[in-house]
């Protein structure tokens, strides 16, 4: 049995973090599903900065929307919505079995609507609409600007996908967030059931401190808060206030580990997704990755509800996480600025050199 197979037979869902025409295309996204056990997908615009720069599998598709007069973030939505249409129905039988629970793609809003609640919540809505997919989730980052966005967005009935957490207190801040958004709906007499999932990055972490940790903690806080976070959103779904929510018809906004792709070339292809193996959560991995679990990956015990020890030895170490968690997060809010503005940048490049020809 491959170690994919066995990851989603634990519960565990993996979810590919790639998204290219020409996987779409070619079947391999297919394959991924029937081979690798894949149940969903995520992108971001860093995935498709370097799917259009680095192939012609857009020239076409470009060249109409050029002529119709489209360009700039216009262009790059419209890309962007048909290729998650084509991947949103692949995932639909798994979305349909599972009612809703699984078979998701993930589109993010322009990340300069950080700081505008009602933009975000205006372009979420719109983005999902046009889509005309209900397994599609719109990315909003968990920042404290992000947060009121959430709660809208999730009373408007929007799916979301938090992007951007770090810690477990970013992790509880998004869940509640969640949780006031479904309150309310069930308050207005709305049906509670908006599929949302929690995404925390954990590689990050061990880039952040690789030349500060001791040897024999290299490459493991990453994991270490992972534990901590699963700990917290395992307390989170036992507490009263989510089992009165699942009881009115509400579902589970899942942990989802993103940023589980190994940094570190003297370290294990598949350390993160070894390590991470738990019930009722997503793993969403890149491509590389994924082939390499599914290649030689050694699914053993499941991860510990109780996790708090692992994080003693970076405390003793001097390294202070809940500091670099509000850091992570700062300097990942900007990073994502940087790759919105080089998409941007590479469709007006791209648009430019077909113009020409």
């Known amino acids: 049995m491959k170690a994919t197979q066995k990851l989603h037979e634990i519960g565990q869902s993996l979810w590919l973090d790639n998204i290219t025409r020409g996987l779409l295309t070619s079947g391999t996204l297919h394959r991924y599903i029937q081979e690798f056990s894949v149940t969903g997908l995520t992108s971001n615009p860093t995935i498709f900065d370097h799917a259009i720069k680095n192939s012609h ?7 109409r929307k050029l002529d119709e007069g489209k360009s700039g973030e216009a262009l790059f939505f419209e890309l962007a919505i048909e290729d998650l249409r084509q ?9 349909d079995r599972t009612n809703g629970v699984d078979g998701w793609v993930s589109l993010e809003v322009s990340p300069l609507l950080a700081h505008d609640t009602s933009g975000t919540l205006a372009a979420a ?3 999902h609409a046009r889509a005309e997919r209900p397994n599609l989730f719109i990315k909003i980052p968990g920042t404290k600007e992000g947060l009121p966005a959430i709660e809208e967005s999730i009373f408007a009935g929007v799916p979301i996908n938090v992007t951007l957490l770090f810690s ?3 992790y509880v801040a998004a869940a509640e967030a969640y949780l006031r958004g479904i309150e309310r709906r069930i308050a207005a007499g709305l049906n509670p059931d908006v599929g949302s999932v929690a995404s925390l990055f954990v590689s990050r972490w061990d880039v952040a401190i690789a030349d500060k940790a001791p040897a024999e903690l290299r490459n493991r806080l990453g994991i270490a808060i992972a ?3 699963y ?3 395992r307390i989170q779904l036992d507490s009263p206030r989510w089992q009165r929510i699942l009881n009115a018809g509400g579902g589970v906004q899942r942990l989802l580990f993103a940023s589980t792709g190994t940094k570190d070339p003297k370290a294990s292809d598949t350390l993160y997704i070894e390590a991470l193996t738990a019930p009722l ?3 969403t991995m890149p491509e590389t990755t994924l082939t390499a679990v599914a290649d030689h990956g050694n699914i053993g015990g499941t991860l510990p509800i109780h996790a708090e020890a692992g994080l003693e030895g970076f405390t003793k ?3 202070d996480t809940d500091v670099l968690g509000s850091q992570l997060q700062d300097e990942g809010a900007k990073s994502f600025v940087k790759s919105w503005k080089d998409l941007i940048e590479c469709i007006a490049s791209k648009s430019k050199t077909l113009k020409t020809a």
């Open 281 to 283: 959560t997503v793993n």
């Open 87 to 95: 991947a949103a129905d692949l995932f639909r039988p798994i979305y």
């Open 231 to 233: 700990e917290s959103y």
């Open 317 to 319: 170490a001097g390294i």
């Open 125 to 127: 809505k719109e983005l």
């Open 57 to 63: 599998d857009y020239d076409d598709a470009i060249r």
């Open 168 to 170: 477990s207190a970013q």
């Open 227 to 229: 534990g901590q976070t």
